[in-house]
């Protein structure tokens, strides 16, 4: 079955940066991507969005200091984190626009900030 597949997670201090990067079938980018995150006993929340028209969106939590984005053959997606904040603590899931293209969830990638 296709899935998402996740790298460039680690841990960082507060502050500081990481950049996700997330490859899957690139068919898939035309239903819009985005990067999702959770943490133990919580749902699954969007992160940011990148539709096919390029137009992106973030969850207030995160404007301003991550960026998504996708390389010129939209086969590989990217969530550049900066300024990173202990509350970022959580899973990251690289996934299509799930009202468009349910499901292709891969493992995810675990981003851990401390102090």
């Known amino acids: 079955q296709e899935h998402m597949v996740e790298s460039g997670g680690g841990s960082a201090q507060a502050g500081g940066s990481l950049k996700l990067s997330c490859t899957g079938p690139?068919?898939?980018?035309?239903?819009?991507m985005g990067w999702y995150r959770q943490i133990p006993g919580k749902g699954r929340d969007v992160v940011a969005m990148?539709?096919?028209?390029?137009?992106?969106s973030y969850a207030d939590s995160v404007k301003g200091r991550f960026t998504i984005s996708q390389d010129d053959t939209k086969s590989t997606l990217y969530l550049e984190m900066n300024a990173l904040k202990i509350e970022d603590t959580a899973v990251y899931y690289c996934?299509?626009?799930?009202?468009?293209?349910?499901?292709?969830w891969g493992q995810g990638t675990q981003v851990t900030v401390s102090p």
């Open positions: 996934a299509p626009n799930q009202v468009v293209c349910l499901g292709y």
């Open positions: 990148i539709e096919p028209d390029g137009t992106t």
């Open positions: 690139k068919h898939l980018s035309g239903c819009g």
